[in-house]
């Protein structure tokens, strides 16, 4: 495909070390990994690739979700929002497509209500974040009350193909898998997965917005997403179809290509 | 040797029937409100004759289980500051990383102090970790937390001058100023558990007691690590007194009976794994190595015999739990020989935290296991020489 291969940089932010990896040239897409149980996107994963095909993809890894353990002053995910903010700053992006799955779509939305600057499109895909039911509604399903293969099933749309058995993986991944699972808890055990004030916050995002949602997502449903995208002005939803929680995993080619058209066809 | 006598207060009728969880999620209609009141006041009974019978008293608290009713550690404490006479009163524990203001256990802990006139014995705990889907604190911090509230708790009980003020991660106070004030000063004394060398290193270094429960014949390692932190601190050997061991105990006039018993005790160590499994590994409770080794399908065994056995203590034998120094069962004199010979082993420990009664034990079972041991085995425990404090830290 013409795509340079990955390289695996550390670059600083507001005085903290961000391990990322980066691929493509042309121009900027942050890329936001998802939290527990799919964690760091593998730098040589398929949907890297395919949205580098004409971009500078950056795609960080979350403090505390690789080999390294958090650094203590990182304690949620508006510290996390900063800390992106902040990066986006020192590595001078500008005109960024910011994409955020899962739990890294709400960090995207945690960055785009604080201020649309350095971003040209903002695309949350399964974004967990705010809080929509009432009181004794949970929105998001309690991934720490589920055994794995319970939770698979929520988060897959076929998790025979995509549940990841951990004896057969090496200690590293083993690692990573042990810390993306309780550095998903670290920033977002109480409020669960939600900011309580984020919905309020949300009309202040004044970039083209893509709500995009796997539509077997049982975590947070498309309902929930629909939400999500009616109280962002103008945000468009989208589902794609054999993907859960993860469709940047499940659904790499479709995934890309939605991003990617929508870019296009919302340009300024 | 001072004895303490234990029992989580269970609510047992309910341990067959609970479709793999007796903690988080049992729903609480099993539970018949007169048999739960039939059984707290049996408990306090035998609390009281634990207190005639010369015995010492600890008690606990967990949440949404059939193992344990007390729920709040600070109830029963009360009720005990009242009914009792001499017997020490020993929380082990209060969970305090779970409880969002500290102030309010500062206030108990020392309201309890004054009633009970200077007899309680506050024992701080991180807690289990399914109590954390209860308590919904977050699990990752759940140590600092820990450690903060501790700081928090001993200025209030320690300052009584002027209001101080407190702003910080966890938790934020302008005006504290606790009354009463606790009964012994300058506080009552201080315990804590632990299955780690790293935390009952520090623990040394603060010169508590430190407790563990299940460790067995590792439970040397422990006290070991504890020693280092002491005699670093103070340059003088920590003495046995600071070092306390939850053991099981049952005690017959003939060995069938003492097993008889000890059958009905081991229904505790059998009972309290019985938990939906997530709900026992909450993010950050666990390191991430032994993280790592649970997703590589391998298990922590924590009991081992003298001669280095396994054991599992939710499903070991009686004679099982024997061997791994978990449970103390036999006539009088096994029962102290077998309690000599682990002191032996620690290198020194001065206060048996018995647990007496467990699960379905009957009240005659009960008042005849306390009694006997109270008057067969405890008075050889109290003349019992402990192994020299300063040749076990100089080893």
Redesign the interface.
Known sequence: MGVLAPETIRAEAGGIGVVLSERGKGPPLLFLHPGHPAGRVDPDAPVLELLAENRRVIAPTHPGFGMDAAPPVLTNVDDLAYLYLDLMESLDLRDCVVVGVGFGGWIAAEMAVKTCERMSHLVLANAVGIKIGNRETRDIADIYALTDKQLAELVYADPARMAREPKTLPADELTMMARSREATGRYGWTPYLHNPKLKGRLHRIQVPTLVLWGEADRVVTPDYGRAYADAIAGARFATIDGAGHFPHLEQPGAFAQRVLEFVEETRP | MRVFQFTEQPYPDVWNDHNGSLRVNLPNRKLDPKHAAELFHRYYDEWQLADELGLDIMLNEHHSTATCMSAACVIGLSVLARITKRARLLVLGYPIANRPDPLRVAEELATIDVISRGRLEMGFVRGVPQEV?IA??????QSDRFWEAHDFIMKALTSHDEPFNWES?NFHYRHVNIWPRPYQQPHPPVWSTTGSTQTAKKLGGYGYVMATLGTGYDTRRLYDAYRQGYAEKRGTAAPADRFAYLGLVAVGRTETEARRRGELIASYPRSSSIV????RN???YLS?ED??RI???EGKPRSFTKDGRVVEMSKGSVQDLIDAGVMFCGTPDQVHDQIADFVEHCGGMGNLLMMGHAGPMGHEDTVENLTLFAEEVYPRLKSLTQPDAAAVAAQ
């Open positions: 889907a919904n604190l977050n699990p990752v911090f991660e939906f499994a997530p709900f909450p993010p950050g991430i993280n790592v997703l590589k399908g």
